[in-house]
């Protein structure tokens, strides 16, 4: 063939190839861990669950162009590794090791010459994702006064608590909550009398629905949070105060509870949870809480796709009936609780990184209390509340992390209740 190759539409061989704006595009998304790659080809490579080792063409013409695109903006936990397949990959042998790991990146990559090999025309991660809804108001609901309620209590998006809202649902107590959906919540197990499994859905305008038969080991004083953007996950907790469990429960994006999932981290109870990393990343954290003999200041990473992971050495005073919530769009707050030192309540706090680190001990601001219950609202900022005070003492945190002096508080004092954000409008 004689003649002017361009934008590489003929092959040297004469074979017809695509040009870099005619790209081939896969339409079937990437979920396996390999991938054996075409010269020509666009691919959506997801790797939510795994990592994806791509293999390219054993041989290559100039010209000859693949892209791979982060398809759930997952490459930064699961990642894709390049087997350049006896090529080279710009300028280095096959033996090299070349791996891409950025959320959101794309990779374009085009064949120069036995030299050079592929060579990346770009691998640019996409910086103005969109953010994903931050929740704007909150809800506390459920707890014990002497005798189980179900009444519940909404917070708007400046944190103001209103009156008491008549009770739906099996009235119980040391049940918890979670953000689910992105602007729903979920309250789940729980004390009816007896450890449940029960759980109760709450819409976007945060109106509470009737009982749905639970799933898994019904339990109390768990530990719950969101994870993943728009699921749930809740875990450990105990079966009347003697046999404390590590197993979890995720929670879809709709609502629905998943059966019991073999626990990881020492088995306790009356820990707290919140997410960190920012929302687009997905993670979590469980921390604190009472093995049944040991008050513990031990914490587990939840994953993006909600695995726990191991325990973590715990900073700070290992202390149960703890609560926790997010702040600052990317980190959390772990504050109050019982600790074991003078068997006396606190008004300690701790706060979680973004990269879910804990801090140290910060002294505390407000009534000293434990088993009270935390949300976030106002999408960067928490509160905290309740806890027999009466009537049920507030404290806020701003968007720092710093807590503030108690607010007085409004609607029936009691404890042992759950919170969790719902509604991404103020």
Sequence with gaps: ??????????????????????????????????????AGNGYWIDTTSNTCTITLP????????????????????????????????????????????????????????????????????????????????????YGYTGSLVSISNLVNSSGVVATDVTGVGSARKYLSAATYGEDKAIFAYGDTGSASAVSNLVTNVGVVGTDVSGVGTARLSMMATGYGTDK?????????????????????????VGTDVTGVGTARSAGGATTYGGLAGGKALFGFGWTGSVRTSATNLVSNVGVVATDTSGVGTGRNGISAAPYGLDKGIFAYGYKTSGGTNVNTSNLISNTGVAGSDVSGV?????????????ADKAIFSYAGTSPGTTNLVNSSGVVAADVTGVGTARYGLGAAGYSVSA
């Design 1 to 38: 063939m004689s003649g002017q190759i361009t934008s590489n539409v003929f092959r040297g061989s004469g074979v017809i190839a695509a040009t870099a704006g005619g790209l081939n595009w896969v339409s079937t998304v990437v979920t396996a861990s390999t991938l054996t790659a075409e």
């Design 58 to 141: 054993s041989s290559a013409e100039v010209g000859d162009q693949i892209v791979f695109i982060d398809y759930a903006r997952t490459w930064g936990t699961y990642k894709i590794i390049i087997d350049s397949n006896g090529l080279n990959y710009q300028g280095d042998p096959d033996t090299y090791t070349v791996e891409y790991d950025t959320d959101g990146e794309t990779v374009s990559i085009v064949y120069a010459d036995a030299t050079k090999g592929w060579i990346p025309l770009n691998d640019d991660d996409v910086t103005d994702a969109p953010a994903t809804p931050t929740t704007q108001k909150a809800i506390f609901a």
């Design 232 to 256: 749930a996950i809740f875990a450990y907790g105990d079966v009347a105060g003697t046999s404390f469990k590590n197993m979890s429960n995720l929670v879809t994006n709709v609502g629905v």
């Design 366 to 378: 407000g009534t000293a209390r434990s088993s009270a219950a935390s949300a976030g609202y106002g």
